[in-house]
């Protein structure tokens, strides 16, 4: 019975500097869960640090466009001079296993999976504060002010949508936010649109006995 039904798809998204990926990274470290991550492609390079295939499939922006054009992408979207997509038979694949799989992405991405799936949970990262956000894109060391700037300019455009989402969850702290995003999931599957079938046959066979 479970090999026919489709996987849950959930969509973890909010501006750059959330500390989106340190809260993915957490859940995936907790236990009682089967979820899977869609690594994402994109064309920017490589931090020191970052695996092929692990972090990101790292692509050239030719093989990326080529990719859109053969329509490859679940959703995709240029994020501060890049390019970042999730690749769409993965997902697929996964979802058709009745896998539970997690996407990372920012907010023009997650408004089009919104768009394009009936079936899927939105979780909103969102900073405790303007500050933290700031100063997580400068810990990172990683980029040029110029870019940090940009970051925080999209960061400030992308607050305000965070009411297309079903849930908004403020990263205070990593564990407590994994915490109360496993706990959606959870919830998710218990919601009677999910678990109705499941209860009706169930009544069946008390209907029958
Ligand atoms: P970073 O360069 O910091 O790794 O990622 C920049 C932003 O792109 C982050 O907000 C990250 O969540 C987002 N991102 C990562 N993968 C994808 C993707 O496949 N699609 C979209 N739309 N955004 C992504």
């Known amino acids: 019975m479970k090999l026919n039904e489709r996987g849950l798809l959930i969509v973890l998204s909010g501006p750059s500097g959330v500390g989106k990926g340190t809260v993915r990274k957490a859940l995936f470290e907790m236990e009682g869960h089967d979820l899977v991550y869609s690594?994402?492609?994109?064309?920017?390079p490589p931090r020191e640090g970052e695996a092929e295939g692990v972090d990101y499939y790292f692509v050239s922006k030719?093989?990326?466009?080529?990719?859109?054009?053969n329509d490859a992408f679940l959703e995709w979207a240029q994020f501060v001079g890049h390019y970042y997509g999730t690749p769409r038979d993965k997902v697929e694949e996964q979802l058709k296993l009745g896998k539970e799989v997690v996407l990372e992405i920012e907010v023009q991405g997650a408004l089009q999976v919104r768009e394009k799936?009936?079936?899927?949970?939105?979780v909103f990262i969102a900073p405790p504060n303007k500050e933290?956000?700031?100063?997580?894109?400068?810990?990172?060391?990683?980029?040029s002010n110029e870019v940090i700037q940009k970051r925080m300019d999209k960061a400030q455009r992308e607050f305000p949508l965070a009411h297309k989402y079903d849930y908004i969850v403020v990263n205070d702290e990593v564990t407590n936010a994994a915490d109360r995003i496993l706990a959606i999931i959870r919830a998710e599957h218990a919601k009677t649109e999910r678990s109705i079938h499941k209860y009706n046959q169930l009544l069946e066979v008390i209907e029958n006995e």
């Open 39 to 44: 690594t994402s492609m994109t064309t920017r």
């Open 117 to 122: 799936t009936s079936d899927a949970v939105f």
């Open 132 to 143: 933290s956000l700031y100063r997580r894109l400068l810990r990172r060391g990683t980029e």
């Open 62 to 69: 030719e093989e990326f466009e080529e990719r859109i054009k």
